[in-house]
């Protein structure tokens, strides 16, 4: 009986589309990581919509993370913060607001 060689397999694995998507997958999810962090960067410098109810002052957005009973639903709570005063507030968001 003759076995395959690795090599021999690896060329049978190269004939079937889904096999080739697999393999590009790491480089995209790399791809898809680094403008995740470069969004998630913009964000975060973007001043929130809301105003300091201490001072008035435009808020930061912060941290964004899931909220800790719906967040398997999608809801998430963000961080709020004020760089003039130092106030600090959670807002949750709902799925599909941003
Ligand atoms: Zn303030």
């Given at each position: 009986m003759?076995f395959?060689?690795?090599?021999d397999?690896?060329?049978v694995l190269e004939k079937i589309?889904?096999w080739?998507?697999?393999m590009r997958?790491?480089?995209?999810?790399?791809?898809?990581?680094r403008k995740?962090a470069?969004?998630?960067r913009?964000l975060a410098?973007?001043?929130?919509?809301d105003?300091?109810?201490?001072?008035?002052?435009?808020?930061?957005?912060?941290?964004t993370?899931?909220?800790?009973?719906?967040g398997v639903?999608g809801?998430?709570?963000?961080g709020?913060?004020?760089?003039a005063c130092?106030f600090t507030?959670?807002k949750?968001?709902?799925?599909?607001?941003?």
């Open positions: 003759v395959p060689t690795p090599s397999i690896i060329k589309p889904e080739t998507g697999l997958l790491p480089s995209r999810i790399s791809a898809l990581e995740v470069e969004l998630e913009q410098e973007r001043p929130a919509r105003a300091c109810p201490s001072c008035g002052k435009p808020l930061t957005i912060g941290e993370r899931p909220h800790p009973t719906f639903m809801m998430r709570v963000r709020l913060r004020c760089a130092g507030t959670e949750e968001i709902k799925p599909g607001e941003v």
